[in-house]
C-alpha cells in the first residue's frame, strides 16, 4: 500500500485467514521437530489475536500515522510468515516425492536430533535450522506488534471516517442535464406500459405482485440523475397516484425505509413511531388500493429476505405499480427485479465532451477560445474515462481552475490520482464500491492494477494467478476447486462493474475502476516503464515494459518480488543474458510470465524458485530446460505454447502439483509417466503413442481432469485398451475432445470399438470428435443430455444422429460430415446460441424450423455460420426471423451469384447483427445493396470473393467500426486509399485491405 496506508483500504484479514490455515495444516501434518510445532502453535494465536484488531480496523478508515506505520510493519511480517511458511510445506513436498524411507539410518540420525529426513545434505540442513530461527523471530516481531495495537488501538471505531455518499432527493439539482432523453423515454415507456418485460431468477413476478425495474451501472454513471429525470416527469406524476422517492444507501434498515415511504404519503415527519407494526399499517392505509410509483436510489444490500419484507408490504398497491430501482450490483438487479434490469452505460462521445465543455465554461456562458483548445483533449479524455458523466464535471470543474493547457494535456494522459481534487470528489465514489467488497475480493481486485489501462483479461489466467498468490483458499464446499471458487469471486466483481464484458471469453476493466486499483495497491504492486521512476525496494509485485537494460538490471534489487510480468518487445541477445540471471535473486516469485521475451534459456538457478506456481514461458526461444526444472514442486500452471523443445528433463513427473498443462502433442509426448501427475486438471494435448509411459493408460490414475484433448487415437487398438483411460470413472471431467488423426489399418469396427471402450462420464459438459472413422457414430451420444457443446467434425460414413435429447445444447459445430443426418432437425435445441454447419450437404433446410414451429426453434441463436445447402427457399425465412443474432457468417455459397429482393428483404430483417462474415463466395457478384440500413453492424469481413467489384451505391453503416477484405482484387483496388469507394469507408476507424495493404487504426 502506499505510504498512507490504511486499514480501511487493506485486506489484512483475508492474509491472516491463509497464514492460521497454512500453520494448521504443517502443524497437524506433523513434519517437523517439537520446537517447530510449538512455534506453529504460537503464530496461529499470535495472528488470531492480531485479527480481531484488522477486522475492527478494515471497516474503518483511521488517518493516525501512527496505525500507518504499524499496519506496514504487520504487511512486511505477514509476508515473511507466508514465506516460511511455504518453505516449511515445500520441505514436506520433497519429502513426499523422492520416498524417503523411514527405516533409513539418515532418518533415525534426524529423528535423535530433531531434524527432518528430508534435509539430506549440508545446505539443506544449514536452510533448515535457519528456517526455525526465522520462524522464532518472526513470532516475537507479530507478537511485539499485537501487544503495541491492543494498548494504543483498543477501538478504532473513534473518530471513523469511513465515505458515505451524500443521500439523495427527487428533484434535479440543475436544470441543465446532457444526454439521457432516449434512455428516459425507454423507461418511462416501460413503466407506463401494463405488461413489461418480465423475467426468470429471483424476483420474477408472482401472482398479484409490484413490478420492479431496476437501473444498473457503475459508480458515476448517473443512475441517480437519470432517475430524477424519470422521477419528474410530467406523464408518471397523471398515471400515479402516489409517487415517492427513498435513498436506501448501504443500510437496508427496513423501519427507516417504511418511515421515510409514510412522510411521503402521509406528510408526517414525526419521528416518534418506532414500532414496525404501527408504520406497517398506517403505511398500508395509505398505499392501499393506489396506483403507486416509488425509487429505491442506490441499493447495496443482497438479501433476498429483506426484500421480500419489504416487496410484501408494497403489494397492498392497485395492480399496475411499479418500483424504479438504481444499483451498482446486477445481484441486487437480480433479486430485486421482475423486469429486465437496463443496464446504464456511459454517455456519448459527444454528450461526454459537451457535459465537459459546460462544466469546465459554464452553462451557456463558454469562453469560445477555451473551448477551442478542449476539442482535440475532450476526445482523449472521452476515451480514457469511458463517458463517465461525474468524471466529465469533476474534471470540467478542474479544467475550469487551470487554464494552463498543460494540466490539461497532463490531465488527457491519464495522470489524475495525484490531483487532490480528483481524488476527493471522483475517488470517493468509486471506492465506495470497493468498500462494500470483502477482504478476498479487495484482495483480487488490487491485484488487477499490474495489468495495462484497456487489457483484454482472460478470466482462467486471472483466476490461476490469484491461485498462484494464495489469495483462494479451499471453503468448506469441498466438491468445488481452487478455481471455482475463484471463478465466482471474479463473477461478483463483474456483478459490481468492476469488470466488463469485452469480447468472448474476454474481459476489460473500466478505465477509472483500473486506477482505482493503481490508487489503492500503490506500494504492493508497480509498473516499470522506459521513464519509470524510481521502483519501491518493497513492492511485490511488477509488470516491465521496457528495452532499456539499466532499468531491467535494476530491477534485481527488488528481491521481495512475488509476481513479475513482461509486457511489450525486448528483443536482443543482452537483454536474455539479464533476463537469465535474474532468477538467483529474485527467489520469492510466486507468478512469472516471460511469454514472447527473447529469453534463451533458464538457468540451473531456476531450480531454486520453491515458490514458483505459474510459469509462462510460451513463446520463447527457450529450447531446453534445466534438470533443476523438477525441483519446482509447487508449480501448478505450464505454459509451454509455441515453444520447440529438443527435451524435457527427466523429473517432470515429479510436478506433483501441477494443474495445468498447456502446450501441444509434441511438447506433452517429451513427458514420460504424465500418469504420475496426478493433480492435473487441464491437458492441452495428450497424444497416444505405443510407447511405455505414453499410452492411454497414463491417463486412468489423472482423476481430477477438468479438460482433455486426447489425439493419434488410431494408437488404441482395442476397447478394452481404451478402457484403461478409465473415462468413466473422472466424475468432474466437463470437456473432451477425442481425435483420430489418420485412419486405422484394422477392421472397419475398432474404432467403434474403441470409442466405447473411452466411455466418457454422462455428465459431460463439451463433447468434440474429430477424424472418427467407425462404421456409425455411437448411440449413446444423445444420452449425454447435460451437454452444452458438441463437435463432429471430418467423419465420411453415412450415419444418423438424433439430437432431441439434448436441450442443454448451447453450441452445435459439424464440419466435413456429407452423409451425416439428423432425424427431427434441429427444432428442439432452444437454447442453441452458436451454430456452425460447414459441408455437410445431407443437413439442407430440411433441418431447420419450419412454420409454426419458427418462433420456438432456434431463437436464442446469437451466431450462425453457414454454407449453401442450408439457406435454400424457406432458410431464407427463418433467417430474418432470427432476432438474437449477432454474429453472421457465409462461406462456400458457391452457386449463389446476388441476392434475390426476397433473400434481401429477410436479411435486412436482422438488425441486431454486430458482425457479418461473407467468405469464399466465388459466384457472388455483389453485396447486398441494402448494407447501410444495418445500424448495429459494427464488424464487415469479406474474403476471398473474387467477383464482388465495388461496395453498396449506398455505402456501409454508419455503425460500422471494422472492415477487413481480402481475396478480392477488383474490390481491394477500389477500396485503397484514394481509390473510387475509398469515400465510402474512410471514416471507418479501422480498415485492413490486404491487397492494397491499406491500414486504418
Excluded at 514461458?617 to 500452471?637: A, D, Y
Excluded at 452423409?819 to 446460441?833: C, M, V, W
Aim: proline residues 3%; glycine residues 6%; charged residues 25%.
Amino acid at each position: 500500500m502506499a505510504e498512507g496506508l490504511t486499514a480501511g483500504d487493506w485486506f489484512g484479514s483475508a492474509i491472516i485467514r491463509r497464514l492460521v490455515d497454512d500453520a494448521r495444516s504443517i502443524e497437524e501434518a506433523g513434519h517437523f521437530d517439537s520446537k517447530i510445532q510449538f512455534m506453529l502453535r504460537e503464530l496461529q494465536s499470535t495472528l488470531g489475536g492480531i485479527q480481531g484488531w484488522i477486522n475492527d480496523a478494515e471497516r474503518g478508515l483511521t488517518s493516525d500515522p501512527a496505525q500507518s506505520v504499524l499496519l506496514r510493519q504487520l504487511r512486511e511480517a505477514f509476508y515473511e510468515a507466508d514465506d516460511l511458511l511455504d518453505e516449511f510445506h515445500f520441505r514436506t513436498l520433497s519429502k513426499k516425492v523422492w520416498h524417503i524411507p523411514s527405516s533409513s539410518m539418515l532418518v533415525l540420525f534426524c529423528d535423535v536430533w530433531g531434524i527432518p529426513s528430508s534435509f539430506m545434505d549440508f545446505k539443506n540442513l544449514v536452510s533448515f535450522l535457519r528456517g526455525r530461527q526465522n520462524l522464532k523471530n518472526l513470532v516475537g516481531e507479530l507478537k511485539r506488534i499485537s501487544d503495541h495495537a491492543k494498548h494504543n488501538y483498543v477501538s478504532v471505531d473513534h473518530g471513523r471516517e469511513r465515505i458515505v455518499r451524500p443521500e439523495t432527493a427527487s428533484f434535479l439539482l440543475t436544470s441543465d442535464i446532457i444526454g439521457r432523453e432516449e434512455e428516459k423515454e425507454e423507461i418511462v415507456r416501460v413503466l407506463l406500459s401494463s405488461d413489461g418485460w418480465y423475467k426468470g431468477g429471483a424476483g420474477s413476478r408472482r401472482g398479484r405482485d409490484i413490478d420492479v425495474l431496476p437501473l444498473v451501472g457503475i459508480g458515476g454513471v448517473g443512475k441517480t440523475t437519470l432517475a430524477q429525470l424519470v422521477y419528474n416527469d410530467e406523464r408518471l406524476a397523471e398515471h400515479f397516484f402516489i409517487r415517492a422517492w427513498c435513498y436506501v444507501s448501504a443500510d437496508f434498515d427496513i423501519r427507516r425505509i417504511l418511515k421515510r415511504l409514510l412522510c411521503f404519503l402521509s406528510n408526517d415527519l414525526s419521528d416518534t413511531i418506532s414500532d414496525m407494526e404501527p408504520i406497517i399499517m398506517k403505511l398500508k392505509k395509505a398505499m392501499s388500493g393506489k396506483r403507486f410509483f416509488v425509487v429505491f436510489d442506490d441499493v447495496w444490500d443482497e438479501s433476498p429476505a429483506h426484500w421480500e419484507m419489504l416487496r410484501g408490504i408494497l403489494t397492498c398497491g392497485e395492480e399496475g405499480s411499479k418500483v424504479l430501482v438504481t444499483t451498482r450490483s446486477a445481484k441486487v438487479a437480480h433479486i430485486m427485479g421482475t423486469m429486465s434490469p437496463i443496464m446504464v452505460g456511459g454517455l456519448s462521445e459527444y454528450e461526454f465532451r459537451a457535459l465537459l465543455q459546460c462544466s469546465a465554461f459554464g452553462y451557456g456562458n463558454r469562453d469560445l477560445e477555451e473551448s477551442k483548445k478542449l476539442e482535440p483533449i475532450g476526445v482523449q479524455i472521452y476515451r480514457e474515462l469511458g463517458g463517465l458523466p461525474l468524471a466529465a464535471k469533476v474534471l470540467g470543474f478542474l479544467l475550469r481552475t487551470n487554464v494552463d493547457e498543460h494540466i490539461w494535456r497532463a490531465i488527457s494522459e491519464g495522470e489524475l490520482w495525484e490531483r487532490d481534487f480528483f481524488q476527493r470528489e471522483l475517488l470517493s465514489t468509486l471506492k465506495l464500491s470497493y468498500q462494500h467488497l470483502n477482504a478476498n475480493l479487495r484482495q483480487c481486485f488490487s491485484y488487477c492494477s499490474i495489468f495495462p489501462r484497456g487489457y483484454m483479461f482472460e478470466k482462467h489466467k486471472l483466476v490461476q494467478m490469484w491461485v498462484a498468490q494464495g489469495y483462494i483458499k479451499l471453503d468448506d464446499r469441498r466438491e468445488m476447486i481452487l478455481e471455482d471458487i475463484g471463478s465466482q469471486w471474479f463473477d461478483e466483481l463483474m456483478q459490481r462493474f468492476f469488470f466488463q464484458p469485452a469480447e468472448e471469453n474476454r474481459y476489460v476493466m473500466h478505465g477509472l475502476m483500473h486506477d482505482l486499483a493503481v490508487y489503492i495497491s500503490s506500494g504492493d504492486c508497480s509498473v516499470v516503464e522506459d521513464e519509470s521512476r524510481n521502483i519501491l525496494r518493497k513492492v511485490r509485485h511488477l509488470r516491465v515494459r521496457t528495452d532499456k537494460l539499466e532499468v531491467l538490471t535494476e530491477m534485481i534489487k527488488i528481491k521481495n518480488l512475488r509476481t513479475l510480468l513482461f509486457f511489450g518487445d525486448c528483443d536482443s541477445h543482452e537483454f536474455s543474458k539479464v533476463l537469465e540471471g535474474m532468477f538467483i535473486y529474485l527467489k520469492d516469485l510466486r507468478v512469472l510470465d516471460l511469454s514472447s521475451t527473447p529469453i534463451e534459456k533458464l538457468p540451473d538457478s531456476f531450480g531454486g524458485l520453491l515458490h514458483l506456481r505459474y510459469l509462462d514461458i510460451s513463446n520463447t526461444k527457450i529450447r531446453l530446460l534445466p534438470t533443476s526444472f523438477s525441483r519446482l514442486f509447487h508449480l501448478q500452471v505450464l505454459n509451454l505454447q509455441g515453444c520447440h523443445f529438443q527435451e524435457l528433463p527427466k523429473g517432470m513427473n515429479k510436478l506433483i502439483n501441477l494443474r495445468y498443462l498447456y502446450g501441444d502433442s509434441e511438447i506433452v509426448s517429451l513427458i514420460e509417466g504424465i500418469g504420475e501427475l496426478t493433480n492435473l486438471h487441464y491437458i492441452e494435448e495428450f497424444p497416444v503413442r505405443q510407447k511405455r509411459g505414453h499410452g492411454i493408460g497414463e491417463l486412468e490414475n489423472l482423476m481430477n481432469l477438468r479438460r482433455i484433448s486426447i489425439k493419434n487415437l488410431e494408437n488404441v487398438k482395442t476397447k478394452e485398451e481404451a478402457k484403461k483411460a478409465k473415462l468413466k470413472n473422472k466424475r468432474n471431467l466437463k470437456a473432451l475432445q477425442l481425435e483420430w488423426s489418420s485412419p486405422t489399418r484394422n477392421r472397419l469396427d475398432v474404432e467403434e470399438d474403441v470409442l466405447e471402450g473411452l466411455e466418457p462420464p454422462p455428465n459431460l459438459k463439451e463433447l468434440s470428435i474429430t477424424g472418427y472413422d467407425g462404421i456409425a457414430l455411437p448411440g449413446c451420444l444423445q444420452s449425454f443430455t447435460s451437454l452444452t457443446l458438441l463437435m463432429v467434425s471430418h467423419y465420411h460414413h453415412k450415419t444418423s444422429i438424433s439430437l432431441s435429447d439434448l436441450k442443454a445444447l448451447e453450441k452445435l459445430h459439424l464440419e466435413d460430415c456429407p452423409e451425416l443426418s439428423i432425424p427431427g432437425g434441429l427444432h428442439s435445441l432452444a437454447n442453441l446460441k452458436k451454430l456452425h454447419i460447414e459441408g455437410c450437404p445431407m443437413l439442407n433446410e430440411s433441418s431447420l424450423p419450419k412454420q409454426p414451429d419458427m418462433e420456438k426453434g432456434l431463437q436464442s441463436l446469437t451466431d450462425l455460420c453457414i454454407d449453401d445447402s442450408i439457406l435454400l427457399n424457406d432458410g431464407w425465412v427463418l433467417l430474418g426471423s432470427l432476432s438474437s443474432l449477432k454474429i453472421l457468417n457465409f462461406q462456400h455459397f458457391n452457386h449463389l451469384g446476388y441476392f434475390s429482393k426476397e433473400q434481401e428483404l429477410w436479411f435486412h430483417q436482422l438488425t441486431s447483427i454486430q458482425e457479418l462474415g461473407i467468405s469464399n463466395c466465388r459466384s457472388l457478384g455483389h453485396l447486398p445493396a441494402d448494407l447501410s440500413t444495418l445500424l448495429s453492424l459494427k464488424k464487415l469481413s469479406i474474403t476471398n470473393c473474387p467477383k464482388i467489384m465495388s461496395l453498396p451505391e449506398n455505402g456501409l453503416p454508419i455503425s460500422l467500426e471494422d472492415l477487413q477484405i481480402s481475396g478480392c482484387p477488383e474490390l481491394e483496388e477500389r477500396c485503397s486509399e484514394g481509390g473510387p469507394d475509398w469515400i465510402k469507408i474512410a471514416r471507418i476507424p479501422r480498415v485492413r485491405v490486404t491487397a492494397a495493404v491499406t491500414m486504418k487504426t
